[in-house]
C-alpha cells in the first residue's frame, strides 16, 4: 500500500510560478513511475507529467511543455512539479500518482494504482 499526500497548491496570478510536492509512504517509492495529473471543473482528470523510477526519464503533456518540471528525490520520497508561467487554464486540482508496474515513464491513467487526495491550484487573470 502506498500513501501519497500533495503540498504547495494556492492561488497565483498569472504569469507567477508554484512547486507542489508530493510525499509517498513506504519503502519501494523509488520503484514506481509517478506522474502529475489535473482536473478542472466539468473535465476529466488529465495527464500532466510523469517521471520514471530512477528520474532519468520524463514527459509532458503538450500544454505544459517548457513551463512545467517534473522531478522526484528517491532519499525522501518525494516527488515535485515546478509549475512556471502560469496561465488561467492550469487552473484545476492536481493530484500524484505512482504506478507500481515496470518503472518507465507513463501517461496512461488507467495504469497507475495509487493517487493522493490532491491539491487546488488557481491562476487568476
Known amino acids: 500500500q502506498v500513501q501519497l499526500v500533495e503540498s504547495g497548491g494556492g492561488l497565483v496570478q498569472a504569469g507567477g510560478s508554484l512547486r507542489l510536492s508530493c510525499a509517498a509512504s513506504?519503502?519501494?517509492?523509488?520503484?514506481?513511475?509517478m506522474g502529475w495529473f489535473r482536473q478542472a471543473p466539468g473535465k476529466e482528470r488529465a495527464f500532466v507529467a510523469a517521471i520514471s523510477r530512477g528520474g532519468g526519464s520524463t514527459d509532458y503533456a503538450d500544454s505544459v511543455k517548457g513551463r512545467f518540471t517534473i522531478s522526484r528525490d528517491n532519499a525522501k520520497n518525494t516527488v515535485y512539479l515546478q509549475m512556471n508561467s502560469l496561465k488561467p487554464e492550469d487552473t484545476a486540482v492536481y493530484y500524484c500518482?505512482?504506478?507500481?508496474?515496470?518503472?518507465?515513464?507513463?501517461?496512461?491513467?488507467?495504469?497507475?494504482?495509487?493517487w493522493g487526495q490532491g491539491t487546488q491550484v488557481t491562476v487568476s487573470s
Open positions: 513506504g519503502r519501494t517509492f523509488s520503484s514506481y513511475a
Open positions: 500518482a505512482a504506478s507500481t508496474g515496470n518503472g518507465w515513464v507513463d501517461v496512461l491513467r488507467l495504469n497507475y494504482n495509487y
